[in-house]
């Protein structure tokens, strides 16, 4: 009885555990800006126009003080410049991401806890 007693939370934790999953990266034209937070550490922000690369900057400096660049037109390709994962909170075709995956994972846990969606390596292209 004791035995059960032990196993049936743990097989309900194991059970209810979920693994995160990588989106394929992203195709098209977006818009996104980094912004350095501390020497060395970049945030990016990528998203599907203008006014919401604006609007997610300005969220984000609120959130962690730092200096922005100006939101670019960028395409995203494989590659490891940058570490992203989808935003939760935000519209659809918008990332959060890092100049690593430490930061990355970071963000994402600091911004929306625990997740299925994972951090990916891509290769950022601004124009």
Known sequence: MRMTLVLVPAL???GCASTQQAVPVPAGTFWG????????????????DYSLCEN????????????PTKCRSLTLAPGSDFWIVPAVNLPAGTYWGANNREGCEFLQSRDYGLSTRACQPVRVEFR
């Open 33 to 48: 800006s980094t912004v350095e937070t501390r020497a060395g550490q970049l945030t990016l922000v990528v998203t599907t």
């Open 56 to 67: 997610a900057v300005d969220w984000h400096i609120k959130q962690a003080p730092g200096t």
């Open 12 to 14: 309900l934790l194991i």
